[in-house]
């Protein structure tokens, strides 16, 4: 064997809970990758739902999550739909309410409070009840403490925390962390990563490249 079957929604046996999320959610507007899995009491089930928060289609934003990442509960990814037009003397979103107040709205005044797609690097652990706010990436191998508020792009290997959240530790240093991007083990095929799980799970970066 190597490994679960990436498309399996439930693939721990008397939890519920756990799902792997590329079976669970279709939407063409979310790309998510093998392996990342979401943890919820509520059932993974519900990610899009609970967790992903004004994501309008006619936006056209992306949420996209790469391979083997981790998603705690009360993760919540705010999308671009979430932002009001600053230009103005008010923010309130009288246009949508209709009743004639859509007309005169000038829809470039929103779209430039548009900030593009939200990207999650692969081997990303995001912790409990994190928030990540629109047009934000997160780096391969970064580290989201609970509860922080990620505003701005999180560096590969970085460990953030705080609201707004700061980078309070590299999980290794710069050259090390350009080989194990150059390395990119989460690209592997399965069976390759289960001959080299023991040099993935350690902290030898020499292994991996020999393994690669």
Not at 176 to 183: F, G, K
Request: charged content about 20%.
């Amino acid at each position: 064997m190597h490994g679960p079957d990436p498309l399996n929604p439930h693939p721990m046996d008397g939890q519920p809970r756990v799902g792997f999320l590329k079976p669970l959610v279709d939407d063409p507007h979310i790309e998510i990758g093998d392996y990342t899995y979401y943890d919820d009491p509520d059932g993974p089930e519900h990610f899009v739902a609970k967790c992903v928060l004004y994501h309008y289609p006619f936006i056209e934003d992306r949420l996209v999550i790469g391979r083997f990442c981790a998603i705690a509960a009360g993760v919540r990814f705010i999308m671009n739909g979430a932002n009001h037009a600053m230009s103005g003397l008010s923010t309130y979103p009288f246009n949508i309410f209709g009743g004639g107040w859509e007309e005169g709205f000038d829809a470039e005044t929103w779209a430039d409070a548009v900030r593009g797609d939200t990207v999650v690097g692969n081997d990303v652990w995001i912790g409990y009840d994190a928030t990540i706010m629109p047009g934000v990436t997160i780096g391969d191998g970064a580290v989201i403490a609970a509860k922080s508020v990620v505003s701005r792009d999180v560096p590969p290997y970085a460990i953030v925390a705080g609201n707004p959240a700061q980078t309070v530790k590299r999980r290794f240093d710069d050259a090390t962390v350009a080989r194990l991007l150059a390395i990119g083990w989460w690209n592997w095929p399965p069976e390759k990563i289960s001959r080299n799980l023991g040099a993935i799970r350690g902290g030898s970066v020499d292994a991996l490249e020999e393994a690669g």
